[in-house]
T-cell receptor, first 115, second 115 residues
Framework: KQEVTQIPAALSVPEGENLVLNCSFT??????LQWFRQDPGKGLTSLLL?????REQTSGRLNASLDKSSGRSTLYIAASQPGDSATYLC??????????????FGKGTKLSVIP | GAGVSQSPSNKVTEKGKDVELRCDPI?????LYWYRQRLGQGLEFLIY????????KSGLPSDRFSAERTGESVSTLTIQRTQQEDSAVYLC?????????????FGPGTRLTVL
């Protein structure tokens, strides 16, 4: 059974710092990996999607890398801002065993950026 | 355009009662997903609908849980004889036609509390 682990569970940084969030997964037979942002009382917002054949994806101040063989991904946030404060979720997409491909999520990293 | 909507936003019920949670996907989205997020846990996949195909029910935790979707319209998740461990945020997501690489768009969730 696929398991996704995110470290650290919580992180507090001063505004302007660069930071790295870590995600690991136990089964490398994945089709893609996604990073999401979750704000309190709101749904999830997709940040970056990396296909299994890719090594990284970039969007603005965000860069996500994927090392499928070692079961690891990182999300790099440059020049953090208070508006980046949220919970960041990592999810891998793999075969569910019942005819479709589903996401398995980590528990998330709660990020606080202090002004 | 309108995003994924869910109702009610909050539901408090007594143990043993049945509850129905509703999801309105984005118009034109053929795929619809239900997830559960218990306190301190990652999102758990429950069920997946794709058009008129048989749903993937592999994530439903017990036979007290069921879901229906008529065509490509709204979906209802029903929990019978609710238990305290059913307390969670139930999230719905939809995605456009295509393959399983497509991004999922999430609703704000329904917070269920079973007393």
């Amino acid at each position: 059974k696929q398991e996704v682990t995110q470290i650290p569970a919580a992180l507090s940084v001063p505004e302007g710092e660069n930071l790295v969030l870590n995600c690991s997964f136990t089964d490398s037979a994945i089709y893609n990996l996604q990073w999401f942002r979750q704000d309190p009382g709101k749904g999830l917002t997709s940040l970056l999607l990396i296909q299994s054949s890719q090594r990284e994806q970039t969007s603005g101040r965000l860069n996500a890398s994927l090392d499928k063989s070692s079961g690891r991904s990182t999300l790099y946030i440059a020049a953090s801002q208070p508006g980046d404060s949220a919970t960041y979720l990592c999810a891998v997409r793999a075969y569910s065993g019942a005819g479709s491909y589903q996401l398995t999520f980590g528990k998330g990293t709660k990020l606080s950026v202090i002004p | 355009g309108a995003g994924v909507s869910q109702s009610p936003s909050n539901k408090v019920t007594e143990k043993g009662k049945d509850v129905e949670l509703r999801c309105d996907p984005i118009s034109g989205h053929t795929a619809l997903y239900w997830y559960r997020q218990r306190l301190g846990q990652g999102l758990e996949f429950l069920i997946y609908f794709q058009g008129n195909s048989a749903p993937d029910k592999s994530g439903l935790p017990s036979d007290r849980f069921s879901a229906e979707r008529t065509g490509e319209s709204v979906s209802t998740l029903t929990i019978q004889r609710t238990q305290q461990e059913d307390s969670a945020v139930y999230l719905c997501a939809s995605s456009p036609p295509g393959d399983f690489y497509n991004e999922q768009f999430f609703g704000p969730g329904t917070r269920l509390t079973v007393l």
